[in-house]
C-alpha cells in the first residue's frame, strides 16, 4: 500500500485503497474501518485470511476452532490456501493484486492472486423456506425505509428476494445507497436483518442459515411438495382410511380421488367440488388468496374451500381429511344425512399420515447467494490484459473461489460469479462509503497458464512468506480451490 502524506493535512497519511482516498490521523481508522493509520503506517485492520481445507464444515476465524499456528507447510493432511479475506484492496486498477502467491500443489506450480474487491455492482439472492405469503411478485423490499430490492419468482416451497445492485447502491438516494449497502453486509456476514414488503408491509427477519421470522412467527418447515405432490407421495397412506383427502396449497390443491395417484389406486368418486380452477385432475389452481394460513393461503377454515357436494354421487358418513403441505394443519369431518362436512376427532391412522408428511418437511431456513461481477481492479489486478483472464476462467484454466468457496460462474460474458455466504469464513465482507461492498475473491491457476495470460509474475511471492505472525487460520469447508478438478488440464 502505498503510504502519502499531504502538504494540507501534515499530521495525517492518506489511504488510497479505494476512491475515497481517506486521510487519516495518527490511531485513527478509515471511513470503512478497514484501514488504520499505526505509527504512520497505513494497516489493514483485519488479518489475512488463510484457509486448511480440509473436510470439516467452515468455522469462525482461527482461536475459535484452532490452537495452533500455521508454519507454511502442509499440515494433518490439508493444505493452506491463501484467501482475499483481509488481503486489502487496490486502486487504481491497475496496481497487482496484493497478494500473488506461488505453491507447490502434488508437483504442480500453481499461482493465486489475491483480492478484496470492491463491488459497486452486487447483490444477494435470498431464498426463503416457507410457504406463507410475504408479498406479491415484484413487491418493493424496504429496510429503515429504503427499498433496497424486490420480491422475485417464487421457487419450489420457497419465497425469493433480489436484494441490492447497482441500481440501489447508486441509481437512487444517498440514504439508499448507504442503506442498501448496510444490509448487504449484514446479509453477507450472516447477521440478521429486518425488513418490510410491499404495501401490506411484510415484517420479515432475514439471517443466512437461520430460520426466516415473518411478522414475529419464526417459520418451522419448508413444505413436502405442492398439494398435487403431496398427494403423489402419501396417497397410499390414506388408502381405507379416508374416502376423500385434499391437500391445501396455495398453489396446487391436490384431491385425491380425482387424482392420478387416486385413481390409481382404486379411489371411488366423492361428488367433491372446490372453488378455484380445474388445472388437470385432482389438481387445483387459486382456491383461495395467498396468506399465511393453510398451505400459504389466506384460509383458517378449510371448509371455506369447499362448495356444496354432488348429491347424487356423495353419501352419508363419507370421511374427508383435509391437510396443509407441511401437515402442520389438518382437520377431519365425516358428511352428514344433509352431506355437509361435520368435524370429527380424527383417527389415529390419519394423525399419522399427517406426521408422516411433517417429518418429511426439511426445516425452513434462509440462504443467502452473494452475486457480482469482477470489475476492474480484480481483473486488471491479475493481468495486464484483462480479457484473458475472462478467456482463462471460461477455458477452466483459472478457477474462482470466494474466501476459498466455491464460486459459481455464470454462462455469457465477463465474470459474474454467485456463491453461498455460508461456504465463506465468518465476517469475510466488508464496505467502502462510495458505496460498495468489499467481497474476497481468489484467482488459481498454474504459473504456466498465468505468464501465459500476462500476469504479474515477477509480484509472486511463496505461500511461506505470506503466513506472517498475524494471518488468521481458518478450517475451511470441503472445497478445495487448488484442487486438480477443478482445472481442464486436471481431467488428462
Ligand atoms: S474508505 Fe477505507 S479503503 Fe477507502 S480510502 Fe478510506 S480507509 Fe481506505
Redesign the pocket.
Known amino acids: 500500500m502505498t503510504k502519502r502524506f499531504d502538504k494540507t493535512h501534515p499530521e495525517k497519511i492518506r489511504?488510497d485503497?479505494?476512491p475515497?482516498?481517506?486521510y487519516?490521523s495518527e490511531g485513527r481508522a478509515?471511513?470503512?474501518d478497514?484501514?488504520a493509520n499505526e505509527g504512520g503506517e497505513l494497516i489493514r485492520l483485519d488479518p489475512l485470511t488463510i484457509l486448511d481445507v480440509t473436510d470439516q464444515a467452515v468455522v469462525p476465524f482461527l482461536g475459535e476452532g484452532s490452537t495452533e499456528d500455521w508454519d507454511g507447510d502442509i499440515v494433518g493432511g490439508s493444505r493452506p490456501f491463501v484467501t482475499a479475506v483481509g488481503a486489502g484492496?487496490t486502486y487504481p486498477d491497475y496496481k497487482p493484486a496484493p497478494f500473488i502467491v506461488s505453491q507447490d500443489v502434488d508437483g504442480v506450480d500453481m499461482i493465486t492472486v489475491v483480492t478484496e474487491g470492491i463491488f459497486s455492482y452486487c447483490g444477494v439472492k435470498v431464498k426463503i423456506d416457507t410457504d406463507r405469503h410475504i408479498g406479491d411478485e415484484r413487491d418493493v423490499v424496504y429496510v429503515d425505509g429504503e427499498p433496497i430490492g424486490h420480491v422475485m419468482t417464487s421457487e419450489y416451497g420457497s419465497k425469493m428476494l433480489s436484494l441490492g445492485g447497482v441500481e440501489h447502491l447508486t441509481g437512487g438516494s444517498k440514504a439508499e445507497g448507504r442503506v442498501t449497502c448496510a444490509a448487504l453486509m449484514a446479509l453477507c456476514n450472516r447477521e440478521a436483518v429486518e425488513m418490510a414488503v410491499g404495501g401490506d408491509c411484510t415484517k420479515l427477519v432475514v439471517q443466512a442459515g437461520k430460520p426466516p421470522v415473518i411478522d414475529g412467527e419464526e417459520e418451522r418447515l419448508m413444505r413436502v411438495g405442492c398439494g398435487s405432490a403431496t398427494i403423489g407421495m402419501f396417497a397410499k397412506q390414506w388408502l381405507e382410511h379416508a374416502d376423500e383427502v385434499v391437500v391445501v396449497d396455495d398453489h396446487i390443491t391436490g384431491i385425491l380421488s380425482e387424482h392420478e395417484a387416486g385413481k390409481q389406486l382404486g379411489m371411488k368418486p366423492t361428488g367433491i367440488r372446490i372453488h378455484g380452477r380445474r388445472s388437470t385432475p385432482g389438481r387445483y389452481f387459486q382456491v383461495a388468496e395467498p396468506g399465511r394460513g393453510w398451505g400459504g393461503t389466506n384460509i383458517e377454515d378449510p371448509l371455506t374451500i369447499l362448495k356444496p357436494f354432488k348429491p347424487d354421487v356423495a353419501w352419508e358418513g363419507l370421511r374427508l381429511l383435509m391437510v396443509s403441505t407441511t401437515g402442520e394443519q389438518f382437520a377431519y369431518y365425516e358428511l352428514d344425512a344433509e352431506l355437509r362436512p361435520v368435524a370429527r376427532s380424527i383417527p389415529q391412522t390419519l394423525i399419522k399420515s399427517t406426521e408422516l408428511i411433517a417429518e418429511n418437511c426439511e426445516p425452513s431456513v434462509c440462504s443467502v447467494l452473494f452475486m457480482a461481477g469482477a470489475g476492474g481492479s480484480l481483473r486488471a489486478g491479475v493481468t495486464e490484459n484483462p480479457v484473458r483472464l475472462t478467456r482463462s476462467v471460461k477455458d477452466a484454466l483459472t478457477h474462482v473461489s470466494c474466501g476459498g468457496a466455491e464460486a459459481y460462474v455464470w454462462p455469457g460474458g465477463g465474470i459474474t460469479v454467485m456463491v453461498d455466504v455460508m461456504e465463506m469464513p465468518e465476517m469475510s465482507f466488508g464496505y467502502?462509503?462510495t458505496p460498495a461492498l468489499v467481497a474476497p475473491m481468489e484467482f488459481t491457476m498454474r504459473a504456466e497458464d498465468y505468464a501465459a495470460l500476462g500476469g504479474h509474475v515477477e509480484f509472486a511471492r511463496p505461500a511461506s512468506e505470506v503466513a506472517v505472525d498475524d494471518t488468521r487460520r481458518v478450517v475451511g469447508g470441503t472445497h478445495n480451490p487448488q484442487a486438480r478438478k477443478n482445472f481442464s488440464w486436471g481431467e488428462k
Open positions: 489511504c485503497a479505494c475515497v482516498m481517506c487519516i478509515g471511513a470503512c478497514r484501514y484492496t467502502v462509503p
